[in-house]
Every structure is written in C-alpha cells, then in structure tokens.
C-alpha cells in the first residue's frame, strides 16, 4: 500500500488545527531530563535518521564541556529536580569533549545516559570510558546502543553495510566491561512487540549480554517516523479521548540543549525530535524554556502522543 501523503493544511498553526479546534498543549511538569545533542556529525548515514545525522552533517556543531557545565550549574542554581542528563547526536562519541561532559554530570551526582552506535569512535574511548566507569561505578552511567533490530539484514537495511558486526563488538564489549547497558531498536517490521522482544531475547542470549528484552526501559523500541505517512492533529479534546495525560509526553519533563551552526551561543528546544524546527526553539536558557509547548507537528502525534515513546523511558 501506497503511504498517504500528509495533508497540506495540518500543523500550520500553533493553536489551532486544521479543522478548526483547539491545538493540545504540553506544560513543562518539571525538568526530570535535560538532553545535550553533541553534535550532528555521526560516522553512519541512517536510512531514516529523524535528524539526518551523517559524516557531513555539521547543522548543529560539537558542544563543549564548559557549555555544558553553564547548564548544570542552572540546573543546581534553579534547583531543577532534573535526575537524568542524557547525550544524543549524531554520535556523541565523535564529540572529542564526551568524557570530560560525562565527568562533570557524574560527578555532581547526576546520572548520565550515552546514546551510540558503538562502533568506532566509541572504541578510540574505551580508557575513558573505563576510567569513568573506575571512578563513578556502574550505576550513574548508562550505555544505550541502537541496535535497529534483532535480525543483522533489517539491522544493516536501515544502517548500511557492514554496520552490523561493529555494533554488535561494541555491544559485548560495554556489557563485558561491567556497564549499564540498555539497546534501543525500531518498529519498523511487520512483527508484533513480543514477536519482536522474542527476538532480541534470542540475540541477547546468543551474544551473553545480560539485558531483559521484556523490560521497556532496558530494550526501548521506537515508532517509526515516516514523513510521508499522514497522522491526525492532537486537540485539546484528544486527552480524554485517549485517557492520556499532558504530563506523559516528553516535553513535559524533559528539554534538549542544541548548537547551530554559526551561533554564538546553545540554545533550548523543546524534545530531542525536533532540533531544526525554529517554533520549538524556546530561547537561551533553562528558565526560558519552561513555557507550555504546543504540539504543532507530525513527530508529536506518531511518536510521542500516539506512538508512546520517550527517550529517557
């Protein structure tokens, strides 16, 4: 079948759909996860990166380490109840600052989460890795590898060729070194979710990773974000509808600190998903972030409120 292109009209105005009613609104609960993307540089070219991460994609540059202590530092000064501080990209480990941004999170107490291929540039920090790991135990720092399914064929569809075998080294070698790690993969097959957890049980067990593939936070499974398949606007009305609550989307406990290229300075967005788009760019600072968000695009509908998804779930 075909994909339905999206409808022109929808996502055009912040408060107000397409027919007419009244766009639903996310108020910022509290500051549970503050995201830092690393930089849009990555060592692969995804099929269907929603952040079209690449070995040229330099649209948000390579933040450094004292840009991420100013926000840990507003973070203790607002006393924020922030308790997880994650790091996306791109890949975050070809950020060369990594190590010293985890250093700084762990050691004010926070817990750290790391999102990576673990491939390659990964590897070039293994004694970086394992000094933190030495330093601050295995608690505080959490390693989640996308493993895009469980299968190498669709894992390497999405990925390219010959991304497989080095995920999958980087993989046993996080677990055999003692870390935290979690695997995130994709629905983007025709299995059903315990078709597809059964699955990655099985590789689990076959590469001795110690991971619990029923568990929705140690095995994440992202919806897919095909731009090309039409959604419905979320209204105001949706909330009872679907028996959802507001405070159940990311937006409302988490923000992602970004920096484009050229700036002088980051600046705050609303999710991890929509790093580009100027209406959810929220200013400066923390404190400026903390207004309501209103969910005027398609990653709003298909993956948060009717996908379910969460990046620190």
């Not at 926000?71 to 890949?91: P, Q, S």
């Not at 993969?185 to 699955?199: I, K, Q």
């Not at 992202?222 to 105001?236: K, L, R």
Request: aromatic content about 6%.
């Amino acid at each position: 079948m075909l994909p339905v292109l999206l409808d022109p009209a929808k996502f055009k105005d912040a408060r107000t759909t397409a027919k007419g009613e009244p766009r639903a609104h996310v108020a910022l609960k509290s500051l549970e996860t503050l995201w830092f993307n690393t930089g849009t540089l990555c060592n692969l070219t995804c099929r269907n990166c929603y952040i079209e991460s690449s070995p040229r994609n330099d649209r948000l540059v390579y933040l450094t380490a004292a840009e991420v202590t100013g926000y840990l530092e507003e973070i203790e000064r607002d006393g924020h109840a922030t308790k997880l501080i994650g790091f996306t990209g791109g890949e975050p480990f070809m950020n060369p600052e990594l190590p010293a941004m985890l250093d700084e999170v762990l050691s004010r107490g926070l817990k750290a989460m790391v999102l990576t291929n673990a491939m390659k540039p990964m590897h070039k920090m293994k004694p970086a890795l394992l000094d933190l790991l030495a330093r601050h135990g295995r608690s505080s720092l959490t390693i989640r590898v996308s493993v895009d399914h469980h299968e190498r064929s669709l894992h390497e569809e999405e990925r390219g060729l010959r991304s497989w075998k080095p995920t999958i080294d980087g993989l046993v070698w996080l677990a055999e070194a003692g870390f935290d790690v979690h695997v995130a993969g994709r629905h983007f097959s025709n299995e059903t979710d315990d078709e597809v957890r059964a699955g990655y049980a099985r590789l689990f067990a076959r590469l001795g990773v110690p991971i619990d593939a029923q568990d929705a936070a140690t095995l994440v499974l992202f919806p897919e974000m095909d731009p090309t398949v039409d959604v419905p606007e979320i209204t105001t009305a949706c909330w009872g509808i679907l028996k959802k609550s507001p405070d159940s989307v990311m937006c409302a406990s988490a923000r992602m600190v970004v920096k484009r290229k050229g700036a002088e300075r980051p600046a705050v967005v609303a999710c991890t998903l929509l790093p580009y788009d100027p209406q959810f760019e929220l200013g400066g600072t923390l404190a400026e972030s903390v207004g309501a968000v209103r969910l005027n695009h398609p990653h709003c509908a298909k993956f948060c409120v009717l996908g379910g998804a969460a990046c620190s779930a």
